[in-house]
């Protein structure tokens, strides 16, 4: 079972920063675009930020100049730093992977990290 394993989430206040780790098996990450999802409470998950094998970037446009996603090939890793966090950022983060192998997709995620933004 492929699992990606999300860090560091937490209680933050309003206008500070988090930044959130993701990694991967190799052999997953080396082809996937990787993503980052928020689900805040009460509400349908939603998503915030890609990054493609190649490190081009997308951002949903309620985070863009906050947030940054960055990936590190050599660790397996995703992240996500959060900067000028607001209240509304609160909720779970997830990761995702969907690699193609031999022509199906496949769909991966974290467990979710907890970001709370207190005003």
């Known amino acids: 079972q492929v699992q990606l394993v999300e860090s560091g989430g937490g209680l933050v206040q309003a206008g500070g920063s988090l930044r959130l780790s993701c990694a991967a098996p190799?052999?997953?990450?080396?082809?996937?675009?990787m993503r980052w999802y928020h689900q805040a409470p009460g509400k349908q998950r939603e998503l915030v930020a890609a990054?493609?094998?190649?490190?081009?970037?997308n951002y949903v446009d309620s985070v863009k100049g906050r947030f940054t996603i960055s990936r590190d090939n050599a660790k397996n890793t995703v992240y996500l730093q959060m900067n000028s966090l607001k209240p509304e950022d609160t909720g779970v983060y997830y990761c995702?992977?969907?690699?193609?192998?031999?022509?199906?997709?496949?769909?991966?995620w974290g467990q979710g990290t907890q970001v709370t933004v207190s005003s």
């Open positions: 190799g052999s997953i990450f080396s082809i996937s675009t």
């Open positions: 995702n992977a969907d690699p193609v192998l031999l022509h199906r997709r496949y769909d991966y």
């Open positions: 990054i493609s094998s190649g490190g081009s970037t």
